[in-house]
T-cell receptor, first 114, second 117 residues
C-alpha cells in the first residue's frame, strides 16, 4: 500500500523567512512519481511539481526548491524568502506510473505573517 | 477554457436524500477523476475515467455512490441515501494522459461541498 506522511500539521513563519515542508512516503513500487500541490484558501488544488523516482536531481524554481532523497524516502519542499501569498495548505502526493490515482498526505498548513 | 468547473458548489441535504454533482473538465482532457476531501485531510481518490470508461474505483466508493461520464466529456457523481459521514468536499480533476510529461498533473476544480444534516 502507498502512504504519504506530512508530519508538520501547521507551520507559521514571518515573511522573508525560509521554510521547509517535510514529506516521507512509502511504496512497494520500484517506479513512481512524487508531487507537491498547493491549496490556497479558495480551495482549488494547484500542481507545483512532479518528480520521477528515477530522477533524484534536486530542482529549483524561483523561490521554490525540492529535495528528493530516495534513500530516506523523502521529498521535501523549501520556500525561500517566504511571502504572505505563500500561505496555503501544501500537499505531498505519491502516484503510480500509470498516472491513475494519487495518494495524498494530510497536508501542512503554512501561514506566512507580515 | 476557464478550467475545471463543478456544480453545485454547495449542497445541504437531509440524511437519506440523493444528491448529484456535476463536473465539466478541461475540454481536451481525456481523464477525469473524483476525489473526496474531509476537513483537515488530504484528498482521497474515489474513481477515474479515461474517456467514457471508468477504469478504477476505490473501496471508498460504496454501493451508494455511482459515477458516470457518458460521452467522455462531463461527469456526474451521485450519492444515494446520503449519510452524515458523506459530508465532505467532492473534488473533480482532469488531465491529459498519455505521456510521461503530463503524468499526474491534475487540474482540479474548486469542489462541491456536501453537508448532510
Amino acid at each position: 500500500a502507498q502512504k504519504v506522511t506530512q508530519a508538520q500539521t501547521e507551520i507559521s513563519v514571518v515573511e522573508k523567512e525560509d521554510v521547509t515542508l517535510d514529506c516521507v512516503y512509502e511504496t512497494r513500487d520500484t517506479t513512481y512519481y512524487l508531487f507537491w500541490y498547493k491549496q490556497p484558501p479558495s480551495g482549488e488544488l494547484v500542481f507545483l511539481i512532479r518528480r520521477n523516482s528515477f530522477d533524484e536531481q534536486n530542482e529549483i524554481s524561483g523561490r521554490y526548491s525540492w529535495n528528493f532523497q530516495k534513500s530516506t524516502s523523502s521529498f521535501n519542499f523549501t520556500i525561500t524568502a517566504s511571502q504572505v501569498v505563500d500561505s496555503a495548505v501544501y500537499f505531498c502526493a505519491l502516484g503510480e506510473t500509470s498516472g491513475s490515482r494519487l495518494t495524498f498526505g494530510e497536508g501542512t498548513q503554512l501561514t506566512v505573517n507580515p | 477554457d476557464t478550467g475545471v468547473s463543478q456544480n453545485p458548489r454547495h449542497k445541504i441535504t437531509k440524511r437519506g436524500q440523493n444528491v448529484t454533482f456535476r463536473c465539466d473538465p478541461i475540454s481536451e482532457h481525456n481523464r477525469l477523476y473524483w476525489y473526496r476531501q474531509t476537513l483537515g485531510q488530504g484528498p482521497e481518490f474515489l474513481t477515474y475515467f479515461q474517456n467514457e470508461a471508468q477504469l478504477e474505483k476505490s473501496r471508498l466508493l460504496s454501493d451508494r455512490f455511482s459515477a458516470e461520464r457518458p460521452k467522455g466529456s462531463f461527469s456526474t457523481l451521485e450519492i444515494q441515501r446520503t449519510e452524515q459521514g458523506d459530508s465532505a468536499m467532492y473534488l473533480c480533476a482532469s488531465s491529459l494522459a498519455g505521456t510521461p510529461a503530463n503524468t499526474g498533473e491534475l487540474f482540479f476544480g474548486e469542489g462541491s461541498r456536501l453537508t448532510v444534516l
